[in-house]
């Protein structure tokens, strides 16, 4: 019997995160050790990319040791765009964080298991996350689990008793 590998969207503050002064770097180790091993894929995007591109050097060395054997790359699309405009319009953040709609939008309409990431404000916040997807469900997308790395087990799967930071 084949395993199915989870796909894992990646948010940049993942990477970045590796390098804060907090516990995110040792939360977030297990994760990147699964997916090291084989055991998840990272779906990584151009949205990713741009910002990896100019953040620090140290940031796009972590970025690029990921092993490609385990990277899907998309790249963002106008379904992409129109979905990540429609929760500006919904007024889920402010347009001034288009680029954190646009993360969640890429991994809706790429239909991924679960999208990880450390902003708690505009990503990781469960108000937020329940109207990210019951807009996805209305257009016809499915739920995308939104969870920090530390929440997700090597399978991609969100560990039991995990929960979303309201703040």
Same mark, same amino acid.
């Given at each position: 019997?084949? =395993?199915?590998?989870? =796909? !894992?969207?990646?948010?940049?503050?993942?990477?970045? +995160?590796?390098?804060?002064?907090?516990?995110?770097?040792?939360?977030?180790?297990?994760?990147?050790?699964?997916?090291?091993? +084989?055991?998840?894929?990272? !779906?990584?995007?151009?949205?990713?990319?741009?910002?990896?591109?100019?953040?620090?050097? @140290?940031?796009?060395?972590?970025?690029?040791?990921?092993?490609?054997?385990?990277?899907?790359?998309?790249?963002?699309? #106008? #379904?992409?765009?129109?979905?990540?405009?429609?929760?500006?319009?919904?007024? !889920?953040?402010?347009?001034? @964080?288009?680029?954190?709609?646009?993360? !969640?939008?890429?991994?809706?309409?790429?239909?991924?298991?679960?999208?990880?990431?450390?902003?708690?404000?505009?990503?990781?916040?469960?108000?937020?996350?329940?109207?990210?997807?019951?807009?996805? #469900?209305?257009? +016809?997308?499915?739920?995308?689990?939104?969870?920090?790395?530390?929440?997700?087990?090597?399978? +991609?799967?969100?560990?039991?008793?995990?929960? @979303?930071?309201?703040?």
């Amino acid at each position: 019997m084949t =395993r199915k590998i989870k =796909r !894992v969207y990646v948010e940049t503050s993942v990477i970045s +995160g590796m390098f804060d002064e907090n516990d995110h770097p040792v939360k977030a180790q297990p994760f990147w050790d699964a997916v090291d091993s +084989g055991k998840t894929r990272v !779906v990584l995007s151009d949205v990713l990319e741009d910002e990896i591109k100019v953040a620090p050097q @140290h940031v796009r060395d972590f970025y690029a040791r990921i092993p490609q054997s385990q990277i899907e790359r998309i790249v963002s699309t #106008e #379904e992409s765009d129109r979905l990540a405009a429609l929760y500006i319009a919904a007024r !889920v953040i402010s347009a001034k @964080h288009l680029t954190d709609c646009k993360h !969640v939008a890429l991994a809706a309409v790429a239909r991924v298991n679960t999208l990880v990431s450390w902003n708690c404000r505009h990503i990781v916040n469960k108000n937020r996350i329940d109207i990210y997807n019951d807009i996805n #469900e209305v257009l +016809g997308y499915p739920r995308v689990e939104i969870q920090t790395p530390d929440k997700v087990n090597e399978a +991609g799967k969100i560990n039991i008793g995990a929960h @979303h930071d309201n703040t």
